[in-house]
């Protein structure tokens, strides 16, 4: 990786996603590729290692350190239908399974961080469970495409026209992708008008506390009150959520700035501006 003269919130138009090689000896290496403004910070999570490795890497550590010694080798295979009744060694044994977290839990970690990875993983496991409940001649093949069904269903049941919309991988990182301001509009009156709507409010990021929008908008009127989800890629800013008017009402907003200067020339200021300008609606 090099340094650069850019400003700190263009550090995206050099940066790379890090790559790793693994040595003979097993050893992994990280490299950081691109390049990024000198005397600047910024913090992002990324996954840079292969899963399947990392968990072998994982188990073997953990199993060194309680006194074992393991000389197989992790693969990716689905877990046989009689696992769970094996009562023999010479049959495939369930050792441990893992619950996720709640939805709402999760849906936090999506909306208040901007956690891209659980984004994507949350569209595959709504491809994953349609695949468990309906298997015909018309289920789409892939996870991907059947959880892509599965949105496209919930839009058309709340009267959502899906037209122009598109969804390539559901992370949030995707130059393909497209949704309209009004499709979003109608998601979030959808998602206010739901009984679910406390659990999905709480999940966005509070204006001038928390998440993305900790740093934002601190003193105004919509400071501490509006629920804000905030979205950022080169050339693109945008915000959607809710903001209560001067009467405590709360309104969608949504709005997307889509320009080659959209972060250099104050695009995050103009929407900070709509969003105080809504704050003191009566």
């Not at 340094?3 to 090689?21: L, M, Q, S, Y």
């Not at 000198?38 to 060194?64: E, G, P, Q």
């Not at 060694?89 to 849906?107: F, G, I, N, S």
């Not at 919309?165 to 995707?174: D, K, P, Q, R, Y």
């Amino acid at each position: 990786m090099t340094f650069n003269d850019k400003a700190c919130d263009r550090w995206e138009d050099g940066w790379k996603i890090p790559t790793t090689t693994k040595a003979d000896n097993g050893e992994l290496r990280v490299y950081l590729n691109g390049s990024f403004p000198k005397n600047c910070a910024h913090t992002v999570n990324i996954n840079v290692i292969d899963r399947a490795d990392y968990v072998a890497r994982l188990f073997r550590a953990s199993w060194a350190k309680l006194g074992g010694s393991f000389i197989g080798e992790v693969i990716e295979a689905k877990m046989p239908e009689n696992a769970r009744q094996s009562d023999t060694l010479q049959k495939p044994l369930l050792l441990a399974q893992h619950l996720a977290r709640p939805l709402a839990e999760v849906t936090r970690n999506i909306n208040k961080v901007s956690d891209n990875t659980i984004t994507r993983m949350t569209l595959l496991n709504l491809g994953a469970l349609e695949s468990q409940t309906s298997q015909t001649s018309q289920t789409p093949s892939s996870t991907l495409q059947r959880g892509e069904a599965v949105v496209r269903a919930w839009l058309k049941e709340r009267n959502i026209n899906d037209t122009g919309l598109v969804i390539e991988n559901g992370s949030g990182l995707s130059r393909v992708e497209r949704i309209s301001a009004v499709q979003l509009t109608g998601v979030l009156y959808a998602a206010h008008r739901s009984k679910w709507a406390p659990e999905f409010k709480s999940s966005l990021p509070i204006i001038a506390v928390d998440g993305s929008m900790r740093n934002r908008l601190k003193g105004s009127k919509a400071a501490e009150v509006g629920r804000i989800k905030t979205g950022s890629l080169r050339n693109v800013v945008a915000v959607a959520g809710y903001v209560p008017n001067a009467s405590g009402v709360d309104h969608v907003v949504v709005a997307m700035i889509n320009d080659a200067k959209a972060i250099s020339a104050g695009g995050r200021a103009i929407l900070d501006k709509l969003l105080d300008w809504v704050s003191t609606r009566q």
